[in-house]
């Protein structure tokens, strides 16, 4: 589907529930949650041997390792973080230079910063499953064209068979895991929402913010279902994360990128929030879905998403690649 840079959507239709359980629980505490702690574990990548590398990215600055770790199938991600501004009189200060070459008023250095300023996001997917090896391996994608009809008889069949799980979704709505991490919650069970940080960011600096509105009703699995019903829930989410927003980061809506993606990661619907200059993944025209357009679409055409055709990327390996092939459709 997307491509797999560091910092890459996730795929459509391989998203289960190991995958987001590994990407949500940093660290398992006593009482069962999967709630970040701030213990060092030391010995936890000590015996992984890598086997392979997947994809990497130098714009990204990411590398996707497969590997053995404890005798199980093993996914490493490490990813650099950002620079932040309010380090730089240390990084500065702190920081040993080497220099490589010097030219009139040119030179170029190798710094080396203090440890806590060169830290590496590690994301560890383990026991990982052949899925999760060919969600992060590099792979050709196909833009696909869905019908409303297409997606009746084949996109819809697709996932229903498939029964992806999306537990862990509920247990962030339940607060059964990641209660602490919820930035803002409008309880309401018909129009509310639990808005939190998406694991994509390091919540360190907002120029690369993003932040993920997760529904409190259950029986939405993405845009096709949405109709003119659903237009005071939509609205609720774009006002109401907006104002949480610009209360608890100062960015204003000016600042920000509202949408939702076709086709999702996970099918319970989310609406996605990123700082306006920041390339997230999926911000792309062919996967990203601006929710204003989202309402106004609605608004004058209470079935829009029930007829609309629309266009969304998958990768070689997927499922729901074959059967539009197979449907003869691509």
Excluded at 148 to 164: A, N, W
Excluded at 202 to 216: G, S
Excluded at 308 to 317: G, I, M, N, V
Aim: a negative charge; charged letters at 30%.
């Amino acid at each position: 589907m997307a491509d797999t840079t560091a910092k890459r959507e996730p795929d459509t239709v391989e998203t289960d529930e190991l995958t987001q359980k590994v990407k949500r629980a940093k660290t398992d505490s006593k009482n069962g949650r999967g709630e970040v702690g701030d213990e060092f574990e030391t010995d936890v990548l000590s015996g992984f041997q890598s086997s392979a590398v997947l994809s990497d990215s130098g714009r990204e600055k990411t590398i996707f390792i497969r590997g053995k770790l404890a005798d199980e199938d093993a996914v490493v991600i490490l990813e650099k973080t950002p620079i932040r501004e309010d380090t730089l009189a240390e990084l500065f200060t702190g920081s040993r230079l080497k220099l490589e070459m010097k030219n009139d008023i040119y030179s170029t250095y190798r710094l080396q910063p203090p440890p806590h300023l060169n830290e590496i996001k590690t994301t560890v997917v383990c026991p990982a499953t052949e899925k999760h090896v060919k969600k992060y391996q590099r792979q050709e994608s196909f833009l696909v064209e869905e019908t409303g009809e297409d997606y009746k008889t084949i996109t819809l069949p697709y996932i229903q068979k498939q029964s992806f799980s999306v537990q862990w979704v509920l247990n962030i709505l339940e607060k059964k895991a990641e209660a602490d991490r919820i930035v803002f919650e409008d309880p309401d069970k018909d129009v509310g929402f639990v808005l939190l940080p998406d694991f994509k960011w390091d919540q360190k600096q907002v120029d690369d913010l993003y932040l993920i509105a997760i529904t409190h009703q259950r029986n939405i699995k993405s845009l096709r279902d949405l109709t003119s019903d659903h237009l005071p829930l939509l609205q609720n989410i774009f006002q109401k994360g907006k104002e949480a927003i610009l209360q608890r980061y100062n960015l204003p809506a000016s600042k920000l990128r509202v949408y939702l993606h076709y086709q999702p990661s996970y099918y319970h619907l989310h609406v996605h929030f990123t700082k306006l200059g920041y390339e997230a993944p999926g911000c792309g025209v062919e996967r990203a879905h601006l929710l204003a357009d989202v309402i106004q679409n609605l608004q004058a055409d209470p079935q829009y998403y029930k007829t609309r055709t629309l266009y969304f990327p998958l990768r070689a390996d997927d499922g729901l690649l074959s059967k539009f092939k197979e449907a003869g459709r691509l």
